[in-house]
């Protein structure tokens, strides 16, 4: 490279550098600038709320007098000490109250500016409050943070002004009244210019000689500049709008718009609408129609019931092949989609598939809920038997009949509701049950100590119906407790160690019972038991009830191994408190039945003992 260039790029590259670095030392001065001004702006600001804090607490005292506020001030102390209203003790209440207790700005300025205020305090006249007096004397003569009205800047220079309105009256001094701003003019909106002298672009001047006041106002938004009020008055168009055929102001484009019946185009940029021009680059999609705005237009997306029109259709114009729709609504659609017809007006409608002459459009037990473009099928109630129902919407009319177990809520009216029918009132249970109605149907059970056959295998009953009847059997649970309202089982040691014993006897703990039922499982001490065969129980009694309390009681599931003690009360009350006792006895049929006989052998003989002695 020759030297000529090489020294003009280094000159060249030198020149860029010191303009870069001048740029940003010039930003960063003007950054630093700018913080320091608005330091001295907040600074100004804080002042000014002191002098109107200390004018609201002037007037808070205004009428407020010390006499017998505290105690030992009498009428010597306020005619010493002078007038309350001009005296120390107000002006230091006033001070209290002039910052907030979290107000940091404030606290640090009331340093620098109690004793000034106190200075003006004791200098004032009597003849009322002067905030702005105070508000200079303080803030702009004393401390110096802030400025006369109309004046800024570290030195208090003049805003800018013409005559005696600042920035001709349509804008406000950057730093107005503070040590800070530039004094620049910050317009108002719709003005403009170094004095807010002009309006801005897209604004007209409104002065009239009706108008007493003088406003730039928006131009309207068909303008992209204008002379006065409305579309009328544009001088030039915004996008989107274009001038009228006279000449004379500007008017929307529509850019939706076709020649055609059925078509949407485009405009051209002249503002005119070129069909062609507009077939070849319509303004929006298949699946969107164009919606014209003031200014504008937007793609708003076609009806679901609307498909894409094929050049096969008959029914399709041919400028809307590839076309769902021309507008909002599926009466505007091109071709329909499965679950709409074409309207004799043009468009598409739904299908009521539930109206068709096919009348399974829907399974049994279900009714048919029409859907726009589809079908919905709801299941029947089911109080509903299978024939199913009639419906109306997505909400069930009637059933076309009642199921078993339920009956038509009027009688002899096929259209009114199915409602539940009490079996218990028009039935019976068999035997001694008791009926329960349930929806649809109904449940026959025994209570207290009653069941059923049919719920218990019982070897000796081959009957199947359903009455109720004293159980032979109960099961018992593992754990013996005679305090519970459970079935209870209990070992039971015999006394009776004869060898020839035919009989056995015990006193049982029955214990408490909440219910009308206790049952006891009694089971003998088989080690010691002389038993071999089905004994015979042939005494149970309470031994210790008491207050006219009537039991009833019963031996069942008797066997060589032992029985089941049921014991329930037979008067009018339930359950009972005492821990009652039962005696028992049983004795073995077989030894019993050789003893009867032995017992009848002898009276034989005594009978025919005392024959003998008679005939002698």
Not at 327 to 347: D, F, H, L, Q, W
Not at 348 to 358: F, G, K, Q, S, T
């Amino acid at each position: 490279m020759p030297l000529r260039s090489t020294v003009c790029l280094l000159a060249m590259l030198f020149i860029c550098g010191t303009l870069l670095s001048t740029n940003v030392d010039a930003a960063k001065n003007k950054k630093k600038s700018s913080k320091k001004e608005d330091k001295a702006i907040a600074k100004c600001n804080v002042c000014k709320k002191i002098t109107a804090a200390f004018h609201r607490g002037y007037k808070d005292t205004d009428n407020i007098h010390f006499t017998g506020e505290s105690k030992g001030w009498t009428l010597d102390n306020e005619k010493f000490l002078g007038k309350y209203k001009m005296g120390e003790a107000r002006l230091v209440e006033i001070l209290e109250h002039a910052c907030g207790q979290s107000d940091i700005p404030c606290l640090e300025m009331m340093e620098d500016v109690e004793g000034p205020i106190e200075e003006w305090w004791g200098n004032r006249d009597d003849e009322g409050f002067d905030i702005d007096g105070l508000e200079a004397h303080l803030c702009t003569d004393t401390i110096k943070v802030c400025c006369a009205n109309g004046t800024y800047g570290s030195t208090c220079k003049p805003c800018p002004s013409e005559g005696d309105a600042i920035c001709s009256g349509h804008g406000t001094c950057n730093g107005d009244g503070t040590r800070g701003g530039d004094g620049k003019c910050k317009c108002k909106p719709g003005w403009t210019g170094k004095m807010c002298s002009k309006c801005k672009k897209n604004y007209f001047l409104n002065a009239t000689e009706s108008t007493a006041e003088v406003d730039c106002v928006k131009c309207d938004r068909a303008c992209a500049e204008c002379t006065g009020a409305g579309p009328e008055n544009c001088t030039a168009c915004a996008e989107g709008f274009e001038k009228n055929k006279d000449g004379d102001g500007c008017v929307d484009v529509d850019e939706c718009k076709s020649p055609g019946p059925s078509r949407q185009l485009n405009t051209t940029a002249d503002g005119t609408n070129d069909a062609e021009t507009a077939a070849e680059a319509p303004p929006c999609d298949v699946d969107h129609y164009c919606r014209n705005t003031p200014g504008s237009y937007s793609c708003e997306e076609c009806h679901r019931a609307c498909a894409e029109g094929t050049a096969d259709a008959d029914d399709v114009h041919p400028d809307d092949v590839g076309r769902r729709c021309n507008g909002a609504g599926m009466m505007n659609c091109v071709a329909c989609k499965a679950g709409y017809e074409r309207s004799s007006t043009g468009g598409c409608v739904d299908i009521d598939e539930c109206n068709l002459p096919n009348p399974h459009v829907c399974e049994t037990g279900k009714f048919c809920n029409n859907l726009e473009g589809s079908v919905n099928c709801i299941l029947c109630d089911d109080e509903c038997d299978e024939t199913g129902c009639i419906g109306t919407g997505n909400v069930q009319n009637y059933c076309l009949a009642c199921r078993e177990g339920f009956k038509r809520a009027t009688p002899n009216d096929d259209k009114s509701k199915c409602i539940d029918m009490d079996e218990c009132h028009d039935y019976l249970c068999p035997g001694a049950q008791d009926c329960e109605n349930t929806r649809g149907s109904y449940l026959c059970s025994c209570d207290g100590a009653w069941t059923k056959w049919v719920e218990r295998e019982i070897d000796e009953h081959d009957d199947e119906s359903e009455e109720c009847f004293r159980p032979a059997y109960l099961p018992a649970p593992k754990a013996p407790n005679p305090y519970t309202d459970d079935l209870v089982a209990l070992q039971v040691p015999l006394f009776n160690n004869a060898p020839n014993a035919s009989k056995e006897r015990g006193v049982l703990l029955v214990g408490q019972c909440k219910s009308n039922l206790k049952l006891i499982d009694v089971i003998f001490d088989t080690e010691n038991s002389r038993f071999t065969d089905t004994p015979v129980v042939s005494y149970l009694r309470t031994t210790n009830e008491c207050c006219g309390d009537l039991f009833g009681m019963d031996a069942v599931n008797v066997t060589h191994k032992g029985f089941t003690l049921a014991v329930w009360r037979i008067d009018s009350q339930s359950g009972w408190g005492q821990d009652l006792k039962v005696e028992w006895a049983v004795a073995s049929s077989a030894l019993q039945e050789a003893e009867e006989q032995a017992a009848v052998a002898d009276d034989s003989r005594t009978d025919s003992d005392e024959e003998a002695r008679e005939e002698l």
